[in-house]
């Protein structure tokens, strides 16, 4: 009878550990650590959040690379164009009204999380309700994320489940060669 109300107890506790999911929040000056896979090579890359009502931008910086990418409210709420550039091109990057970096447009998220799909540079996403083995963990917490694949081709994103900031945690088998995979938060 030890045995049994010990193994309950244990059970309880492990089904309590591995439940809790780790959701990342964006707030003013929050450091997003990535390792990205690019073309075949590894890069580490730091994105620091600026957060005002009109904006948002991260503060990139990577290898030898400064840059600041900024996105619009307007982008923010009902982009539909991820931008995939790497701070190279200008010491600030203002993206274009439909644009966003390193997450989706909270109408995006929305209509993944009604209508299970969403479209994102005129490719359909698709969320795959399969137990998900490949997710993002950090200090051994998973982060609780969306994983979708695209429907024309093998790309498959994880989102943060976080209507305000759908942070894209991890991208596979991009057809770009840029496959960024999240591996630290500091608030």
Known sequence: MKNILLMIIFCTVYQKGTAQNYIPILK???QL?????????TRTLQLTTETSKEELAFKLETKGVKSKIVM????IKNGNALSFNQG??????NLKPNETFFMISQ?????????????????????DKNEDKNGVSIDGKLIDALHVKAKIDETEMWIVKNPEFPLICKIIKNPLGINPTLVKVVD
Do not use: D, R
Request: include cysteine.
């Open 72 to 75: 619009l409210s307007e982008a």
């Open 107 to 127: 109408s995006a998220y929305q209509n993944l999380v009604k209508n299970n799909s969403f479209v994102y540079n005129n490719t359909t996403y698709i969320l």
């Open 88 to 93: 190279e091109y200008a010491p600030v990057l």
């Open 33 to 41: 650590h990535y390792v990205c896979k690019l073309h075949g090579q």
């Open 28 to 30: 003013n000056n929050t």
